[in-house]
Nanobody, 125 residues
Framework: QVHLVESGGGSVQTGGSLRLSCSLS????????MAWFRQAPGKEREGVAA???????GYAESVKGRFTISKDSWKKILFLQMDSLKPEDTGVYYC???????????????????WGQGTQVTVGS
């Protein structure tokens, strides 16, 4: 099973930026989807952004135009560039991977088979 390790979380003010990274323990086949999820205190975990094996992407409506998911397959790293951050973006962010439906018009739809341990993002007002 692939191991995923997130980094890059921290505290920023509203309007600031952060770049999350997720290092993978092995190369992924093209039929795998990678995604970022987040969980705010007292709320359910939600999909934020997903990237399919062919590089196409899907985003939750709440982050469209502000977040960008990308990957460096050679270096086995997944990224999430977060700009124009808002207090409601606060939460623990997890990277995940799996097969099956990656995303649709509504956003990420991945049901992950592997998860990272999470990294905290806090956006102050």
């Amino acid at each position: 099973q692939v191991h995923l390790v997130e980094s890059g979380g921290g505290s920023v003010q509203t309007g600031g930026s952060l770049r999350l990274s997720c290092s993978l323990s092995e190369y992924l086949h093209l039929d795998y989807c990678m995604a970022w999820f987040r969980q705010a205190p007292g709320k359910e975990r939600e999909g934020v952004a997903a990237i399919a094996g062919d590089g196409t992407t899907g985003y939750a409506e709440s982050v469209k135009g502000r977040f960008t998911i990308s990957k460096d397959s050679w270096k086995k790293i997944l990224f999430l560039q977060m700009d124009s951050l808002k207090p409601e973006d606060t939460g623990v962010y997890y990277c995940a991977q799996g097969k099956g439906l990656c995303y649709d018009a509504s956003g990420p739809r991945l049901v992950p088979s592997s998860w990272g341990q999470g990294t905290q993002v806090t956006v102050g007002s």
